[in-house]
């Protein structure tokens, strides 16, 4: 089947204390949003490849493409408001029955088997989303009054988060709310179930200083395998 992967790349900067975008930072000799790119290509070239990004951004990118030879086929389109609006935009590209990655630029570090899980299992079921475990305990906080929750019914979840096109486009055929935190909540209340599938642990999501620190390390020892 057909596969997409669109990548949101809406990340200002703001918190990581930087003026560049920070899916425009380098990371191991390269900018971040080009791992992601690549983790995507590496495992399969055929996939057809979308980058929402903010239009302001589009000319820098462009000139970071041609700083770093970047030459992995991609289409950009204009990121929304929100990353709902951004993953909107995104499926506009879509034109055929396929399976459609969604992925935070700001996770480069994905490994192959992940992406690889994860379309397979979308093929299968219709939906499936990467998670890890918790590993710290948990409590329910409402700003009031917080009480225990017992961590091993509860997962992080990660991107790529994939689903066969027909159900995710029906899906994004609502009006955005609020608790739409990633695609497999807006895909839940279009009544869809979702399947879990394995992530792997390396997969952040860099927003702060400290993370990037975490994934330039990570990043220059990928000489180990990266499950």
Request: with cysteine; glycine share 6%; charged share 20%.
């Amino acid at each position: 089947m057909k596969r997409y992967a669109i990548i949101v790349a809406g990340g200002s900067g703001a918190r990581m204390n930087s003026s560049l975008p920070k899916q425009f930072l380098p990371l191991a000799g390269k900018p971040m949003l080009m791992h992601s790119v690549s983790a995507f290509y590496d495992f399969d070239n055929k996939t057809e490849i979308i980058i929402a990004l903010p239009a302001d951004y589009f000319s820098e990118w462009e000139k970071l493409c041609e700083e770093y030879h970047f030459t992995i086929p991609h289409r950009l389109v204009t990121g929304g408001e929100t990353r709902f609006h951004s993953v909107q935009n995104g499926l506009q590209s879509v034109k055929e029955k396929s399976v459609v990655a969604i992925h935070d630029a700001a996770r480069p570090l994905v490994s192959a088997e992940t992406i690889s899980r994860c379309f397979e299992a979308a093929e299968n079921f219709g939906a499936a989303v990467p998670f890890i475990p918790l590993n710290d305990s948990i409590r329910f906080y409402n700003g009031h009054e917080s009480r225990s929750l017992d961590r091993n019914k509860h997962v992080l979840v990660q991107t790529p988060q994939c689903f066969r096109s027909d159900m995710l486009i029906a899906a994004y055929q609502t009006e955005y709310r609020s608790f739409f935190t990633d695609d497999a909540s807006v895909v839940e209340a279009a009544g869809f179930t979702v399947h879990l599938v394995t992530g792997n642990l390396e997969n952040i999501k860099i927003t702060a200083p400290s993370d990037f620190l975490v994934a330039e390390t990570l990043a220059n020892s990928r000489g180990s395998k990266v499950l």
